[in-house]
């Protein structure tokens, strides 16, 4: 079908202000660090209902028109990339907050509504939605379910699957599949959000979530404490689990050149801690106890300095200072402003072994010739760790060398290729080294029966 | 394919021991409630690892042989029913726990182990699995999974689900589908093991399970309270998700006719609180401090005495006190020995309107001629209440009346008619209150692709 045709046939569906073609499309751009790369679009879409969505998705699917679906643009595997002959749908319009139930303690809302936009509506009900990343300014809900993004407190929470109670979901054929319930347990036949929560929009398209929230803690305290021997940062874990493990929020860990660029000329943040250690580590408490929270969290982090498990240590006396030490964990963009090219890795290592197979990594990383910056940081309570590495250039062989270097060292122990970022177009080559050959086979037996012709984000994942 | 002929092929990949078949199956049952009535099936299978279970379903799939799997026959959905033509297969010799992880915290084992043997032996390493219910003696772990199983700590570590990290599982063709990663997060490429948890074994059957475990909490108390009014009930969980929200973990209600038969003549228990309240919560907090938690829990158990959210409290002082209480709570199986004939029920409900909901079955269901005894109770945090239903007989009509006053009641407040035991084949009649058409067609799509004979399990669920 040409252009103009599907063009036509979707005005017939949506207000034109809607359908933005030609050169308006040079001013949209497929992610959000990428504004200098205009998109690549027959249109882009802008639905403003789930009766939109499924109308543009029945139009595509009874004219084999490939579809690309955007969110936030925060995604950092290429998922919303396109090319000139496909469809691009952004959910930003559908925005709305439809319902916080207090007692019951769930929010429901559209797809595109930014997440910051949650976490601040709730907040005044006294009510925490735990999902938190550092993209969550700008990151829309719909696209943290279809990713099943994680971030900052999965240790204690879940990533976001964990959250997610209902969804409305719209099929590549346009049936649109809504279960909107607000249950937390319901057995009821197969659990199909599951399906479509972290399959990278590649089974359906997420309109509506209900999401389940819990109580605002009282208090919130944060430390950060360093140390020269990993054994030591498990140690301080193990710790803090007996003595405080129903507090424990975070648990995050930098290694030093991460640390030193955070508390560099480069940022606004205040140095705590020198920054001649090799490991530091975000300590999040968070309790219910005004009296006592306080206390009790500097009694454990007094107790890992007298015992020698930590070096020296820092305890957040208010917000401001809070924030500072949360700004130096979070404001991670600072890393990849470093360089012009740099490559973002997100794999999941079985915790006991993180502190060697980073050194590996690091030593194997250090040996090629481009590779400028090595950045790791993360979440290492639940075993994900982060690196951005910059480079002196774009080059491909680099490129590869630096991905053979992290999959294959991540391979060895048995971790995962891509903890919470997904696969998209950018990982799908070494999908293989965390995943079999039967399970791929399977992953695409369920995309070819819910999308046969292939038009829903084709080609990411696998 | 006549009988003989089929049992010939799986004599030539199982020892003769692994095949029971003629008489032998009278001594065999379906369900542990139900040892009075002799199995129907061709022959039951004994598979003693993976391969076998494969080279099973190969057989089955080639000659559409329909199979049906039992794990620890607790199932209360008639899950485990077979009739003459079906293969019964058993996991019970798969029982082997394969690694207990300290470091990691996880437990990797075979489908067929029990529960309470997890439980028991990574108890022992000072670890938790909390995946705790009435039939963990006798349920195996494959079941759970592939049932989703809840029960009492749902509300603060989430159902089965939220505990698998890894999973091997044999699909109907006898591909094995492996994958006992040990990590938190992974979100390379599809979830697969989302697939299979909670669909009945209707896609799969479950080999090898990887569990995450947490540090045993040092501490646990045990309170029961009582009050006539359901907003208190409200008012209690409340208080206690702001006084203690992180250590609570259990949080249980009894209404009285279900507790006055658990403390009657009829068991063993103590009745530390009279008989005459509407309601009886059983509160359960776990934490790390020895020497402030019961303190810290005897406080706000005072608290909510003195401001006359509850009329009566005792707290379990010592271990004796703790097994009374719970004891109270979890043998319910006594509720059940009350009439020859019951109907069970377990459906979610909107946690606001759990008290006149069930107030409203209840008047109904004493208008049913052939009612005679009604127990509820259930895990009210997470808002799943079970019914026990004595009758006087087995009679079809009063049969679907009870169906029909518990599940219409449940339609209209957009609750669940199966909030963890699932649909089986009990409840297929009424997945349609619980589940759109839309929802239970793509249900059956994903059936399709994954068994396109309909020999797993068949006629379950849908």
Redesign the interface.
């Known amino acids: 079908m040409s252009e103009i045709k599907i063009i036509t046939l979707f005005e017939k569906i949506l207000d034109k202000s809607s359908i933005i073609t030609g050169d308006k499309l040079k001013l949209r751009f497929y992610h959000i660090w990428k504004t200098d790369i205009p998109l690549e679009s027959i249109c882009l879409l802008l639905p403003k209902d789930t009766n939109e969505v499924s109308a543009i998705l029945r139009i595509c699917n009874d004219n084999n028109q490939e579809i690309v679906i955007h969110g936030g643009l925060t995604n950092l595997v290429g998922s919303t990339k396109s090319s000139k002959n496909q469809v691009v749908v952004s959910l930003e319009k559908m925005n709305k907050i439809i319902e916080i139930d207090e007692?019951?303690k769930t929010v429901t809302c559209e797809s595109g509504v930014i997440i910051e936009d949650i976490i601040t509506s709730v907040r005044e009900k006294d009510l925490l939605l735990p999902l938190n990343f550092g993209a969550r300014g700008s990151a829309q809900i719909g696209g943290a379910v279809s990713?099943?993004a994680?971030g900052l407190r999965?240790?204690k929470y879940?990533?976001t699957?964990?959250l997610v109670l209902g969804l409305e979901v719209v099929?590549p054929d346009g049936?649109?599949?809504?279960?909107l319930?607000?249950?937390?347990?319901?057995?009821?036949?197969?659990?199909?959000k599951?399906?479509f929560?972290?399959?990278e929009g590649t089974l359906g398209v997420v309109t509506k979530v209900v999401l389940r929230l819990?109580?605002h803690?009282?208090t919130r305290y944060t430390s950060l404490a360093a140390t020269n021997d990993y054994e030591k940062v498990?140690k301080l874990l193990?710790f803090m689990?007996?003595?405080?493990?129903?507090?424990l929020t975070a648990f995050e860990l930098f290694w030093n050149d991460t640390y030193k660029q955070m508390v560099s000329d480069k940022t606004m943040y205040n140095k705590y801690l020198t920054d001649n250690y090799k490991y530091y580590v975000f300590i999040e408490y968070?309790?219910?106890?005004f009296d006592n929270d306080y206390n009790?969290f500097e009694k454990v982090i007094m107790e890992v300095l007298d015992k020698g498990i930590v070096k020296d240590a820092v305890l957040g006396k208010d917000e401001k200072e809070q924030l500072n030490i949360w700004g130096i964990r979070e404001d991670v963009a600072v890393l990849a402003e470093e360089r012009k090219f740099d490559q973002h890795f997100d794999i999941?290592i079985?915790?006991?072994q993180i502190g060697e197979v980073i050194d590996k990594i690091i030593i194997e990383l250090k040996s090629c010739k481009g590779v400028e910056t090595i950045f790791p940081f993360g979440?290492v309570a639940?075993?994900?760790i982060h690196f951005i590495i910059g480079k002196d250039s774009d080059d491909n062989d680099l490129k590869s060398k630096i991905n053979e270097i992290i999959y294959s060292n991540t391979e060895l122990v048995?971790?995962?290729?891509?903890?919470?970022?997904?696969?998209g177009l950018d990982?799908k080559k070494y999908?293989i080294k965390?995943?079999?050959k039967?399970?791929?086979e399977?992953?695409k037996?369920?995309k070819?029966?819910?999308d046969p012709k292939n038009i829903l984000n084709p080609g990411r994942?696998?």
């Not at 689990?241 to 507090?247: L, Q």
């Not at 968070?286 to 106890?289: A, F, I, R, V, Y």
């Not at 048995?414 to 696969?423: D, F, L, P, T």
Request: positive net charge.
């Open positions: 007692k019951g990713t099943n994680g999965v240790f879940g990533m699957r964990s099929l049936t649109v599949i809504s279960s319930k607000k249950l937390i347990k319901d057995n009821s036949g197969y659990d199909l599951h399906l929560i972290g399959s819990y109580k803690p009282k498990l193990n689990e007996d003595k405080i493990s129903n507090n968070m309790g219910g106890d009790a999941s079985p915790i006991a979440h639940d075993g994900n048995k971790g995962s290729i891509s903890a919470e970022h997904g696969i990982k999908l965390s995943r079999s039967d399970e791929i399977l992953m037996v369920i070819k029966s819910i994942v696998f």
